[in-house]
């Protein structure tokens, strides 16, 4: 099975120039490949290890996906957490499964520092406060491959049934294999709903990181797809509508509340270039080993209710 992080390797060797995401923080592809590049020299700086958990709680998807991506370039496993979780609950999930590392933007460490006894470091995006580690001090590191250089940290390969990623909504989550993540986003890319890679196309995701599961799925199958991530903050169905009829973007993804919202524009899903996005979490469960006859190893247990 091809890493899934090869794939975008080899869609920023496609147009390296092209624009990657576009959220609150814009960039092209070649930018996003060094940040993640930079992240994953900073696991290894850290002493992270292939397999180990590294804790991701961001609302700034840009952000949220160099995380998510240089996680995984390091070998290891993104944990998820909706910014909608108690500093209680995300301390239980941290602990759940061991994760040394948590990277936040909008929320005290102090409490979570207290809480977790798992976590060795903390990093902070736009916080003000002495505690952890800022997010730009993190990604000015020594990390280096194998080659001594300084850029292109090895892409780690690991087993089909390895965990590839680890979501924690509101009490409830996913975990899935890589085979099962890998399969879930080839059949999104290929799809008959997705236009093939341009370098031009873009695709707007109206899905917020409260809702990760959902939410990492669409930017990665976009990213893979060598169309532009656009996000979309606050909900604005104006906005949305405006977007769509001045050809800004060429598609989007909604919840069915959002597409309800849409319908009073007169979209139809069924007609118009809507998808609608069915945030699907499965209970999470008690044990850490993939159960060989499941594709995907929903682990951990239910988080408490803060």
């Known amino acids: 099975m091809s890493n899934i992080v090869n794939e975008l390797q080899s869609t920023v060797m496609n147009d390296q120039n092209a624009a990657a995401i576009d959220a609150d923080t814009e960039l092209t592809f070649s930018r996003l490949w060094s940040l993640t590049d930079r992240f994953a020299g900073g696991l290894r700086s850290h002493d992270i290890d292939p ?18 991506f240089g996680t995984l370039r390091n070998g290891c496993v993104p944990v998820v957490f909706s910014p909608d979780l108690f500093d209680s609950e995300i301390a239980d999930g941290l602990d759940e ?72 909504g509101k009490h409830e989550g996913e975990v899935t294999t890589r085979r099962y993540t890998h399969n879930h986003l080839r059949k999104a890319t290929a799809g008959d709903d997705h236009q093939p890679p341009t370098g031009e196309h873009r695709h707007l995701d109206c899905v917020q990181p409260t809702q990760p599961v959902a939410c990492v799925y669409e930017a990665i199958a976009t990213l893979l797809n060598g169309s532009c991530y656009v996000h979309l903050g606050d909900w604005d169905p104006e906005a949305v509508h405006a977007s769509l009829l001045d050809d800004a973007v060429d598609d989007v993804s909604v ?15 069924r007609e ?16 850490h080993d993939p159960a060989p006859d499941l594709d995907a190893d ?7 209710d803060g």
């Open 272 to 287: 118009d270039q809507i998808t609608v996005v069915q945030p699907v979490f499965q209970p999470l469960r008690s044990n």
């Open 97 to 168: 499964v061991d994760a040394p590392a948590l990277l936040i933007d909008d929320r005290s460490p102090v409490s979570l520092i207290s809480l977790s006894s798992s976590m060795r470091f903390i990093l902070t995006v736009d916080i003000e406060g002495h505690f952890g580690m800022t997010y730009e001090a993190f990604l000015d590191n020594s990390g280096i491959n194998s080659d001594g250089a300084r850029t292109g940290i090895d892409l780690v390969e690991r087993a089909e049934d390895d965990t590839a990623l680890i979501a924690y």
């Open 298 to 304: 929903t682990v951990v247990r239910p988080l408490s």
């Open 51 to 68: 397999g180990d958990r590294v804790g991701i709680c961001l609302n700034d998807p840009a952000k949220l996906l160099v995380a998510v």
């Open 255 to 269: 919840t069915p509340k959002q597409c309800t919202d849409l319908e009073s524009f007169g979209y139809d899903p």
